[in-house]
């Protein structure tokens, strides 16, 4: 019997496949059409010819681990032990999910906001545990913490949140921080913040990451991706911040899963990391990739709703068509040649307000090919 009946292929594989047999442009999947940093791949090359290619400590290549604990000191004003407190992973849904699993027991709640990111309930059901789902607040995408105080029972283990916001592009600020250091002081919940896009928020906005709250910090996972942060999503490398009591715990199911991860890589970005506008220039760089596009698509029919992060937008076509979304992301890579990803399939019921979420993390080339056949709808 299966152990997740209800999950199918994702709507990634299926989206990216059919871009490919229609030669759309794919502004589906989030990663970028760019080269990343020759100067981190030629660190790799450096590694391994320098012999870094056996096993590193199961925790993570020491430097590295160190480099980490200071850039967390820096951006969010938080010590951590990089001996205890930190795990490199294979990316940052493998630190989401080994946190999920090191914590939940059967019957346990956890609270998900929706529309999320695909892997959370799937990760939250294969442990028994069951999925309390809180909808984000249309069509701003906040979260309601009155409506989240009242969903938690004396099972809820957890709470997943995710900022910058896949797929939405909106972000948490300090008050709704706040809000969730508040409703959870009388209680043993732990947090399981979602941080992967820590590097891209806009409009001098800051990331509020759990690590700058004490509270917050001391009983949760924060989970990262190099993969988002260097424009290498195929590196499949992260890393997750707890504390000791619950990095334990992570570990030993860590130790006997992947154990340790890729070496020259994690030699290779402690070198790149010292350099800090490796990510300084991040924000800058997708927020005028965010600009140029909604730019050049301003006289389509879409209506772009604000992006304050990530690599994504959202866009409302309903004054286009009233077809479901799902029905129009398949006809726009049909016909238009253009992948999308639509809303709908974030969320559990499938709530469907006629919105498709574009990624512009691509080329200036490719995002204004893409305008060409938006503008023609
Ligand atoms: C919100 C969110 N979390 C996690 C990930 C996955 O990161 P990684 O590729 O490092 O596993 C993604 C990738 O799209 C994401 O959008």
New binding site residues.
């Given amino acids: 019997m299966s152990k997740l009946p209800a999950t199918g292929t994702n709507i990634f594989t299926i989206m990216s496949a059919l871009a490919t047999t229609h030669q759309a442009i794919n502004l589906g999947q989030?990663f970028p059409d760019y080269q990343m940093d020759a100067t981190l791949v030629n660190l790799v090359h450096t590694a391994m010819q320098e012999g870094f290619n056996q096993y590193v400590p199961m925790s993570g290549y020491t430097p590295l681990l160190q480099t980490l604990a200071n850039k967390i000191e820096t951006l969010y004003h938080h010590q951590i032990n990089p001996a205890t407190d930190i795990t490199i992973t294979p990316?940052?849904?493998?630190?989401?999910y080994t946190a999920l699993i090191s914590i939940l027991h059967p019957g346990d709640e956890v609270i998900v906001f929706q529309p999320c990111?695909d892997?959370y309930i799937p990760n939250i059901i294969i442990n028994g545990a069951i999925p309390v789902l809180v909808d984000l607040e249309f069509p701003g995408f906040t979260i309601d913490w009155e409506k989240v105080k009242s969903k938690i029972t004396h099972k809820t283990r957890a709470i997943i949140i995710?900022s910058p916001?896949?797929p939405t592009g909106t972000i948490l600020y300090e008050n709704d921080l706040l809000a969730l250091q508040q409703i959870i002081l009388d209680t043993n919940i732990i947090i399981i913040s979602?941080e992967?896009?820590e590097h891209i928020v806009f409009d001098n906005e800051k990331h509020e990451s759990v690590l700058k709250y004490p509270e917050l910090a001391n009983r949760s996972f924060a989970?990262f991706?190099?993969?988002?942060v260097f424009n290498a999503?195929g590196w499949?490398?992260?890393y997750a911040v707890a504390p000791q009591h619950l990095m334990n715990e992570f570990k030993k199911v860590h130790q006997y899963n992947a154990f340790s991860c890729n070496s020259p890589m994690q030699v290779a970005i402690h070198h790149y990391l010292q350099q800090p506008d490796s990510y300084r220039q991040l924000s800058t760089i997708q927020q005028q990739k965010r600009d140029y596009f909604s730019e050049l698509i301003k006289t389509s029919k879409f209506n772009l709703l604000p992006s304050k992060g990530?690599f994504f937008i959202c866009a409302d076509y309903s004054g286009i068509s009233t077809e479901p979304d799902t029905q129009f992301a398949i006809r726009l890579t049909e016909q238009y040649k253009i992948a999308t990803i639509p809303l709908s399939v974030f969320y559990e019921n499938k709530t469907d307000n006629r919105i498709i979420r574009v990624c512009f993390a691509k080329k200036e080339s490719t995002l204004q090919q893409a305008a060409e056949k938006i503008l023609s709808i």
């Fill in positions: 989030g990316g940052g849904t493998y630190a989401i990111y892997s995710n916001h896949n979602d992967v896009y989970c991706s190099f993969g988002k999503t499949k490398l992260g990530s």
